[in-house]
């Protein structure tokens, strides 16, 4: 859904925390539809109704800009997932255990509370950004929590090969950001009788899915897995 952009006559402080709020929703928009490079410091700060000056006062620098966006989303993000995750166990009145690690990665993203589809575009064009200071930033707000999935996942399936895993939960992401960045897609060749806005209808199909995609014959020929205590994970695209 489009941001829009502020008026600029109404007065502001250029130091306090809703004009903070305003640059981050702004930049989040314009990064997500013209790219880190396409959305130019002067483009945001007109939409966002501030100057140039509170850019600098709140975040630096664009890149700093950029970071407090990511942070913004991805911590509190990455937190109720651990949390979810801390959760899931195998009993006879729960979901497959299997179901409730992937639902504990995917619902907190796809409920919309940490960006929903702007964040979500954002996170797509980040991903296909070949540059050095785009995967150290993915890196830095993924990894750590993309790590304990693919623990949690490991454990699950102890059977499946390291190269499975990691090639499936790279999938698993994949899947995720396309369903939350491009709904319309989906809306257009089913006439609107599929939602991605529908979280709950979302998951009830994409869950199972999933699953038995991480439950598929392994693709390896050898059940080699890493040593997960001296190994790190590096799937950065989430």
């Known amino acids: 859904m489009a941001v829009a952009a502020h008026n600029a006559d109404v007065a502001i402080d250029p130091r306090g ?20 490079n396409g959305a130019s410091l002067r483009t945001i700060v007109a939409h966002a109704g501030v100057n140039t000056a509170a850019v600098h006062y709140h975040f630096g620098s664009k890149q700093g800009l950029l970071e407090a966006v990511f942070a913004r989303r991805i911590l509190p993000m990455a937190e109720e997932r651990l949390e979810l995750l801390a959760d899931c166990r195998a009993g006879e009145d729960r979901p497959p255990l299997l179901h409730q690690i992937i639902t504990a990665f995917l619902e907190p993203g796809m409920r919309g509370r940490h960006g929903g589809a702007t964040f979500a575009r954002l996170r797509a064009r980040m991903a296909a950004d070949a540059s050095d200071e785009t995967r150290k930033l993915m890196a830095h707000y993924f990894d750590s929590s993309s790590a304990k999935f693919l623990d ?9 090969p390291a190269r499975d895993l990691h090639w499936r939960f790279h ?8 369903t939350m960045a491009n709904p319309g ?24 899915y999933l699953a038995q995609c991480f439950q598929a014959d392994p693709i390896s020929e050898a059940p080699v897995r890493l040593d997960r205590k001296t190994n790190t994970h590096n799937s950065s695209t989430n």
């Open 152 to 160: 949690a996942l490991a454990d699950a399936l102890p059977d499946l």
């Open 171 to 178: 999938y698993l992401l994949a899947t995720m950001v396309y």
């Open 17 to 36: 925390e809703s004009t903070r709020a305003r640059i981050l929703d702004s930049a989040e928009y314009l990064f997500s539809e013209q790219g880190m």
């Open 185 to 208: 897609r989906i809306q257009a060749l089913t006439d609107n009788s599929c939602d991605p806005s529908d979280t709950d209808a979302s998951l009830a199909y994409l869950v199972p």
